[in-house]
Nanobody, 113 residues
Framework: QVQLVESGGGLVQAGGSLRLSCAAS????????MGWYRQAPGKQRELITTVTTGGLTNYVDSVKGRFTISRDNAKNTVYLQMNSLQPEDTAVYYC???????WGQGTQVTVSS
């Protein structure tokens, strides 16, 4: 199975930006779609955005217009550009296929007010 390693999280002030990366141990070319999920404290993990092999994207309303997902199949990497971050975006962020397969460790994003 393809293993996923997320990185790029950290502590940022409200209004700031972060770029998350998700490196896969194998090819993601045939994984359609890929997505970013997040799990806030005390809440269930939720799927927030997806990208198909053809580059079509979808976002939940809470991140639409602020987050941008992309994928580089040649590098087996999926990205999440997060702008205008808000405290409610605080969560552990994971990438995975949709539906999900083996989970990585995730990367913590903390947004201070």
């Amino acid at each position: 199975q393809v293993q996923l390693v997320e990185s790029g999280g950290g502590l940022v002030q409200a209004g700031g930006s972060l770029r998350l990366s998700c490196a896969a141990s194998g090819s993601i070319r045939s994984i359609n779609p890929m997505g970013w999920y997040r799990q806030a404290p005390g809440k269930q993990r939720e799927l927030i955005t997806t990208v198909t092999t053809g580059g079509l994207t979808n976002y939940v309303d809470s991140v639409k217009g602020r987050f941008t997902i992309s994928r580089d199949n040649a590098k087996n990497t999926v990205y999440l550009q997060m702008n205008s971050l808000q405290p409610e975006d605080t969560a552990v962020y994971y990438c995975n296929a949709v539906p999900p397969k083996l989970w990585g460790q995730g990367t913590q994003v903390t947004v201070s007010s």
